[in-house]
């Protein structure tokens, strides 16, 4: 079990894992704190990230880790399928295609990121790497949007903004032809 915390935001709006199993992907997962979180939920996690090197992968070997960089120009997983994938913290808009096609009829997508306002707390500042407002929706607007919110962000014990992040819970819409397998 990882000593970091997961997002709130990954907490609160991450569906239960399925009774039969169920498949997550933590993109750009870092030290992985979302993948053992996930994975003491029940998820059959891959875990992927450009460095690995600082990530306790020993402690369950049960997730699939994977060291790809997911900005060399192809998507290191193929036409692989998850019922869930979570992003944190991490912006590549080439990569928004791969995810719409990653997520299974019926998954979900829990995405939380920097936007544009952060530069005056903090890294990210470079607009590269920062969403514009209401821009999560607009990549997904054919999805069922469950939770979305934008805007500073606080800490419980300070009133003051220290960042300014995006948040979109979104699933997948299940066409006449598709068939939801949990």
């Given at each position: 079990?990882?000593?970091?915390?997961?997002?709130?935001?990954?907490?609160?709006?991450?569906?239960a894992?399925?009774?039969?199993?169920?498949?997550?992907?933590?993109?750009?997962?870092?030290?992985?704190?979302?993948?053992?979180?996930?994975?003491?939920?029940?998820?059959?996690?891959?875990?992927?990230?450009?460095?690995?090197?600082?990530?306790?992968?020993?402690?369950?070997?049960?997730?699939?880790?994977?060291?790809?960089?997911?900005e060399?120009?192809?998507?290191?997983?193929?036409?692989r399928?998850?019922?869930?994938?979570?992003?944190?913290?991490?912006?590549?808009?080439?990569?928004?295609?791969?995810?719409r096609?990653?997520?299974?009829?019926?998954?979900?997508?829990?995405?939380?990121?920097?936007?544009?306002?952060?530069?005056?707390?903090?890294?990210?500042?470079?607009?590269a790497?920062?969403?514009?407002?209401?821009?999560?929706p607009?990549?997904?607007?054919?999805?069922?949007?469950?939770?979305?919110e934008?805007?500073?962000?606080?800490?419980?014990?300070?009133?003051?903004?220290?960042?300014?992040?995006?948040?979109?819970?979104?699933?997948?819409?299940?066409?006449?032809?598709?068939?939801?397998?949990?």
């Open positions: 079990m990882s000593s970091l915390m997961p997002s709130g935001w990954i907490t609160r709006h991450c569906p894992c399925p009774a039969t199993g169920g498949t997550a992907l933590d993109l750009a997962c870092g030290k992985g704190r979302h993948s053992f979180w996930l994975a003491d939920r029940g998820w059959q996690v891959t875990a992927l990230d450009r460095d690995l090197s600082d990530t306790e992968t020993e402690q369950n070997t049960g997730i699939d880790w994977i060291e790809a960089d997911l060399a120009g192809h998507w290191p997983l193929g036409d399928q998850f019922d869930l994938v979570v992003v944190v913290n991490y912006l590549h808009r080439p990569l928004f295609e791969c995810l096609d990653a997520i299974k009829p019926g998954g979900t997508l829990l995405y939380e990121t920097f936007m544009a306002g952060n530069e005056a707390f903090g890294r990210p500042r470079n607009p790497f920062l969403l514009s407002p209401d821009e999560l607009a990549m997904f607007p054919d999805w069922k949007i469950n939770a979305f934008q805007g500073p962000q606080y800490r419980v014990d300070v009133d003051t903004p220290f960042a300014v992040k995006q948040f979109i819970a979104a699933c997948k819409p299940v066409a006449e032809h598709d068939e939801i397998i949990m």
